[in-house]
């Protein structure tokens, strides 16, 4: 068993045909026994970006738009441990915007893998993993020491 902290880029590719999508649907299919992390913002996030796919041009229908959102509001409440974005995982986004190049959102991605990773350690000690395709949320959680991967190099 392995935990993996997914920011946006990567859970949406549970629910979207991108590539990685088969390798995020593999990390996070339940019988794979992984721990899966999330940010609370994800979930909203996630949404609208399944809604921006239903209005692009060529988009997805609202029936695909309707059944991903479904889907991803079971899995929020069955299968992911969602890290409740409070003032010290504000406080925490805050400086790590400081420190490295990171838009708003990430931030709170990063500070949500980190603590959850401390907890881990203090629990039982297996070191999480941030998935996401954005390079520089990757770089900036290698630099706080989380280990990372892209989706992107899994098509």
Same mark, same amino acid.
């Given at each position: 068993?392995? +935990?993996?902290?997914?920011?946006?880029?990567?859970? +949406? *590719?549970?629910?979207?045909?991108?590539?990685?999508?088969?390798?995020?649907?593999?990390? =996070?299919? @339940?019988?794979?026994?992984?721990?899966?992390?999330? $940010?609370?913002?994800?979930?909203?996030? $996630?949404?609208?970006?399944?809604? &921006? *796919?239903?209005?692009? @041009?060529?988009? #997805?229908?609202?029936?695909? !738009?309707?059944? $991903?959102?479904?889907?991803?509001?079971?899995?929020?409440? =069955?299968?992911?441990?969602? /890290?409740?974005?409070?003032?010290?995982?504000?406080?925490?986004?805050?400086?790590?915007? !400081?420190?490295?190049?990171?838009?708003?959102?990430?931030?709170?991605?990063?500070?949500?893998?980190?603590? $959850?990773?401390? /907890? %881990? #350690? =203090?629990?039982?000690? @297996?070191?999480? =993993?941030?998935?996401?395709?954005?390079?520089?949320?990757?770089?900036?959680? &290698?630099?706080?020491? %989380?280990?990372?991967?892209? @989706?992107?190099?899994?098509?």
């Amino acid at each position: 068993m392995s +935990v993996f902290s997914l920011d946006t880029s990567a859970l +949406v *590719k549970r629910y979207m045909l991108e590539t990685g999508a088969g390798w995020v649907r593999a990390l =996070t299919d @339940p019988g794979a026994g992984n721990t899966l992390i999330l $940010a609370e913002i994800g979930m909203v996030e $996630a949404a609208a970006a399944i809604a &921006a *796919k239903h209005r692009a @041009p060529r988009g #997805i229908s609202r029936s695909e !738009q309707d059944v $991903a959102v479904r889907l991803l509001v079971q899995h929020c409440a =069955t299968e992911y441990e969602l /890290v409740p974005v409070d003032r010290a995982i504000l406080d925490r986004a805050l400086l790590l915007t !400081q420190q490295h190049r990171l838009r708003g959102y990430d931030a709170v991605h990063l500070a949500s893998a980190l603590a $959850a990773n401390a /907890v %881990l #350690i =203090t629990v039982c000690s @297996p070191a999480l =993993t941030l998935v996401t395709g954005d390079r520089d949320l990757r770089d900036a959680a &290698a630099r706080e020491g %989380l280990a990372v991967d892209n @989706p992107e190099d899994h098509p």
